[in-house]
């Protein structure tokens, strides 16, 4: 069974520009996660899909935004990207079994901010 | 608001020695708990998790997790750590009424000398 996969491995962008980061969730998956791990601070909550709806996110601001596609993949948008958005980016998928979901991970992508 | 504590940022074993993480949680309701392995280059692979029933859980490659419902911890345990077990381990907390984001502590780093 393939497990979450994310594209693309890297990104590179400067300052203002914008970056788009995908999630394919394990088949079955219906929930999709978005973390962020940047170096000193751990991984942090971003957004949380289900069923192509937003059900929550983090203490991030607006320009940080996403959705989910009717086949339960995933888009993470970063606006007016800023250094300290260099990070890597983890997304995760659970099969959504109530309380009691296991979110798997995948890969990640690793930003960097010029 | 919620919060995990991983008390040990980074510990060095020699291998055949015994393991134990520590892992705190301030949140009083009930809760899923999860430990999270990260090897170098690696995606997080889950290690094991407790949603209820007996409290000593046992994950893959030989560790296993108590939770304490009174000290609020769930500690990672194993007996006798290898050189293959140098990774960074993460606990990671969710409610147990509600599932959802996870949230993280800042991680363990292990070191297993031969």
């Known amino acids: 069974e393939a497990g979450v996969t994310q594209s693309p491995t890297h990104l590179i962008k400067t300052r203002g520009q914008q970056a788009t980061l995908r999630c394919s969730p394990i088949?079955?998956?219906?929930?999709v996660y978005w973390y962020q791990q940047a170096l000193g601070l751990g991984l942090q909550f971003l957004l949380w899909?289900?069923?192509?709806?937003?059900?929550n996110r983090g203490n991030f601001p607006p320009r940080f935004s996403g959705r989910q596609f009717p086949n339960y993949s995933s888009e993470l948008n970063v606006n007016a990207l800023e250094l300290e958005d260099s990070a890597l980016y983890l997304c995760?998928?659970?099969?959504?079994?109530?309380?009691?979901?296991?979110?798997?991970f995948g890969p990640g992508t690793r930003l960097l901010v010029l | 608001a919620q919060s995990v504590s991983q008390h040990n940022h980074h510990v060095i074993l020699s291998e055949a020695a015994s393991l134990e993480l520590g892992c705190n949680y301030s949140?009083?309701?009930?809760?899923?708990l999860f430990w999270y392995v990260q090897y170098p280059g690696q995606h997080l692979q889950l290690l094991l998790k407790?949603?209820?029933?007996?409290?000593l859980v046992k994950g893959i490659k030989g560790f296993e997790a108590e939770f304490i419902k009174s000290k609020f911890s769930f500690n990672l345990r194993k007996p006798s750590v290898q050189w293959s077990d140098t990774a960074e381990y993460f606990c990671?907390?969710?409610?147990?009424?509600?599932?959802?984001?996870?949230?993280f502590g800042q991680g363990t780093e292990l070191s297993v000398k031969p």
């Open positions: 995760a998928s659970s099969s959504s079994e109530g309380t009691r979901e296991t979110q798997y």
């Open positions: 088949s079955g998956h219906t929930s």
């Open positions: 899909y289900d069923e192509g709806e937003e059900r």
């Open positions: 949140y009083g309701g009930t809760v899923n």
């Open positions: 407790y949603f209820s029933g007996d409290p």
């Open positions: 990671a907390v969710n409610k147990g009424n509600q599932g959802g984001k996870l949230i």
